[in-house]
Structure formats: structure tokens, C-alpha cells
């Protein structure tokens, strides 16, 4: 399916077959495409890029596809990599899989200040819902760590 050409978004590099490489959701998934291209909220004489995961409803382009620009596309990778790596070393240190005293994992430092990775604690079923967010990092382990391999190899590759 071609990812459209006439919305406010301008693909310049797409991947038109991510549904078929949508995790768990391959082959049943409305996230049809991805894109990096120009951004929707490009003002005259500012451009942008940004990623987009394009959803279609069977009938339509959905307008729950979202768009992002790159540095948060990062940032949310950074995350998921920070957050991997506190559930295969750290937590399981803890009874409540985190220390309760001092719930801050981690602040990765960017452009001058660091982004905090901590446990919502203001998460009223925090104790429960990080036990099921556990067991569901580790139930897509495999595909967690393939996509994780594949992007520390082209890192590499450009010299990171």
C-alpha cells in the first residue's frame, strides 16, 4: 500500500511495508507504513523532518497516525534502551522490582542536562503494573534485542 503524497506531511524516505515487520503485530496491524519526511507544522523558511507511522483503517487513512520529529524519535528509543537495560541488571535487585526509596533509574545526559528515567510512582498501581510491564519486556525480548542489534550495527557502521 503507497503511503500518501498529498497530506500536510511530505515522505521523502518511507518503509511502505511495515506492516508486514510490525513486532507481534506483523501481518495484523493498521500501521501500514513509516516515513521520515517533511513536517506537517513547517512554517514558510523553517523546515523540519519528521517521522511518521501512517495507520489505515481498511477504508482509510486514519488520523491516529502520528507524527514525530527526530531528536523525540531518539529520545523514545534512548528510553526504551535505558529502560532494557534497568530490567536486565537492576530490578530484579528489588521486591517491588524497584527501590522504593529512591525511584529515579537513571539521567542520561543531553545537550547540557540529562533526561531522568525513573518508575512512576504517582502510578497508583505502580507494584502491579511494573510486574506486568516485566513480563511483557521480557515476553518480546527477542524482538526487543533484534531491532536493538540491527540498530547498534548501523550505529557502528557510522561511527558511533
Not at 88 to 113: A, C, F, M
Amino acid at each position: 500500500m503507497k503511503i500518501p503524497t498529498n497530506l500536510k506531511h511530505k515522505p521523502v524516505i518511507v518503509s511502505e511495508n511495515y506492516e508486514q515487520v510490525d513486532g507481534r503485530y506483523a501481518y495484523n496491524t493498521d500501521a501500514k507504513g513509516l516515513s521520515l519526511g517533511l513536517a506537517q507544522w513547517n512554517d514558510r523558511g523553517k523546515v523540519d523532518i519528521s517521522a511518521k507511522v501512517w495507520r489505515f483503517t481498511g477504508e482509510k487513512w486514519s488520523r491516529q497516525s502520528e507524527e514525530l520529529p527526530l531528536h523525540r524519535v531518539l529520545d523514545l528509543a534512548i528510553l526504551v534502551a535505558r529502560t532494557r537495560l534497568y530490567f536486565r541488571e537492576d530490578s530484579y535487585r528489588h521486591p517491588e522490582l524497584y527501590d522504593t526509596e529512591k525511584p529515579v533509574i537513571d539521567r542520561v545526559g543531553l545537550q547540557g542536562d540529562a533526561m531522568t528515567v525513573a518508575v512512576c510512582t504517582e502510578n497508583e498501581k505502580i507494584n502491579e503494573d511494573i510486574k506486568l510491564f516485566s513480563q511483557a519486556l521480557s515476553n518480546d525480548d527477542e524482538l526487543i534485542g533484534e531491532r536493538l542489534r540491527t540498530l547498534s550495527r548501523i550505529l557502528k557502521e557510522m561511527g558511533y
